[in-house]
């Protein structure tokens, strides 16, 4: 798909905007291609690929940024994690960066809000991260997610993190007074390698069980489930 002057100065002002460069314009334009255009348009490529290969990038630099500025607890780091490399917390970036002018989609998608929907929006902005890498290699790709990331962690750890067995606590007490129970059902495996089975009743009903290879993770995720499942 051969690029237009109009085009090339889009994407252009697009990277000096964003504090990225490209050789290749058409690289970093088949980023912004969803797979609804090529289902439409025969020999274009999407960009699934790339976004593949920009979310591995993403979490990458996330998880190596949040290991080397905080002292907190696994739990606590993949919990921001998971929330500051969400559709959620990476859509507005897109918006914030005019992605969404950018994107090429298909007619029906275009017809059906598909500029302004979250998952595309995210997967765009991963698939840009791939192509960005594939161009300028880890450390200028690794400068450009930060950012973005680096304000959002920041944000993520001035909120306070609270683990899913202190959210749940919280909410249910606030609810009915009373404390979510935990209960371990089962521990199987010999004691290097031991698996541990565990639900967590709120009242009358129950959540799980969860399964972890310690009692301390299998309650957390049992309190998630519950988070995820019980009407507060």
Do not use: W
Not at 12 to 22: H, L, N, T, Y
Not at 94 to 104: C, E, H, M
Not at 142 to 154: C, D, G, N, Q, T
């Amino acid at each position: 798909m051969e690029l237009t002057k109009e085009r090339k100065h889009q994407l252009s002002e697009f990277c000096d905007r964003v504090g990225i460069k490209f050789k290749n314009l058409e690289h970093l334009d088949q980023a912004f291609h969803h797979r609804s255009l090529t289902n439409e348009k025969r020999g274009v490529k999407n960009n699934e690929r790339l976004e593949f290969l920009g979310d591995s990038v993403l979490g990458m630099v996330t998880a190596s940024f949040l290991y080397t500025k905080s002292d907190n607890p696994e739990g606590d780091l993949a919990k921001i994690k998971s929330a500051v490399v969400s559709e959620k917390a990476l859509a507005p970036v897109a918006i914030k960066f005019g992605i969404d002018k950018l994107l090429l989609l298909g007619h029906g998608e275009e017809l059906s809000g598909g500029r302004k929907k979250p998952a595309i929006l995210a997967d765009c902005m991963e698939a840009i991260i791939g192509a960005y890498y594939l161009e300028a290699g880890y450390k200028l790709a690794e400068k450009y997610v930060l950012s973005f990331i680096e304000p959002a962690v920041k944000e993520a750890f001035s909120d306070g993190v609270k683990d899913y067995k202190t959210q749940l606590q919280e909410k249910f007490q606030q609810k009915t007074k009373q404390c979510p129970r935990y209960e371990l059902v089962s521990k199987t495996g010999p004691d290097h390698d031991q698996t541990f089975k565990v639900c967590v009743h709120l009242g009358e009903k129950t959540f799980g069980p969860a399964t972890a290879k310690s009692k301390k993770e299998a309650e957390q995720l049992a309190a998630k489930l519950a988070l995820e499942n019980f009407n507060f």
